[in-house]
């Protein structure tokens, strides 16, 4: 079952490197195949039109392919791998838009273009892949709330990267709405970390994606906190607590503000 000629990929609109489906053939000929991903938007079965599954791969934690599978008792070719990545049959890497990735190691093969903005492992794909994607062989996706992790969560609250490479987090403020603060308290005061809050500020009034991705995060790292916070003592546990309080008040203001209504 080997498709030749044009393949044309569909992606959810809400995960934009997700694929749902895929087109090949014309007309009469034409065939749609269905992808079924993890929760990263990592193709792990295709299956067609009536439910026959003509391809499932074992995709292991950072990338690697371990086996292709087929029901059909044909090969189906399905190069996508990671969200971003495209396997190239020639060197057995991954082709990521800026640079190329070597899944048996789990690290790219160049050091990433955007320099140490992109952290100071300069060939590191991600910290956790079931929780980070890197689609464009660059950087964490530009205003998508970081999966909380606890000790980085109770340490920068919840987080994100703005423009510019700037990370912020988000915090309650006292009028009962939301404000955003430089994460690293080293780059305090820099004209690049003003500009980056102005743009969070207007990008929080007007996109309704951000604020639920700030919803849905917020409750991730209120259990992982709490979870954490139990076997914690003394100054920890007090620190733990009080970034749950922290998360419940963004919870409150960013649900009060989607009642007012804000921009889609």
């Known amino acids: 079952m080997q498709q030749q000629g044009w393949r044309t990929y569909l992606y959810d609109a809400e995960q934009p490197y997700t694929p749902v489906a895929s087109v090949t053939g014309k007309g009469e000929s034409r065939q749609v195949w269905y992808y079924h991903t993890d929760v990263t938007g990592t193709p792990q079965e295709v299956t067609a039109a009536d439910g026959t599954l003509v391809w499932a791969g074992y995709i292991r934690g950072f990338g690697e392919n371990a086996a292709d599978i087929s029901n059909s008792g044909a090969y189906f070719h399905q190069p996508l791998r990671l969200p971003g990545q495209y396997f190239d049959d020639e060197t057995g890497l991954h082709y990521n838009l800026f640079r190329y ?133 003394g100054s920890l546990r007090d620190l733990a607590n009080g970034r749950s309080r922290e998360f419940r008040d963004i919870a409150r203001n960013v649900e009060r503000h989607n009642t007012r209504g804000g921009c889609v």
């Open 101 to 233: 990735y070597a899944p048996e190691c789990g690290r790219f093969v160049s050091q990433d273009p955007i320099g140490l903005r992109g952290g100071i492992n300069l060939y590191q794909y991600a910290p956790n892949p079931i929780r980070w994607i890197d689609p464009l062989g660059l950087d964490y996706t530009t205003w998508q709330i970081h999966s909380p992790g606890y000790g980085d969560v109770v340490q920068k609250g919840l987080h994100f990267y703005a423009p510019g490479g700037v990370e912020l987090s988000v915090r309650p403020d006292n009028k009962g709405g939301i404000t955003f603060t430089n994460a690293i308290p080293n780059e305090a005061g820099s004209p690049k970390v003003t500009k980056a809050i102005a743009l969070a500020k207007e990008h929080f009034e007007k996109d309704v994606r951000f604020r639920n991705d700030i919803l849905n995060k917020e409750n991730e790292a209120v259990q992982s906190v709490l979870d954490h916070a139990k076997r914690e003592t």
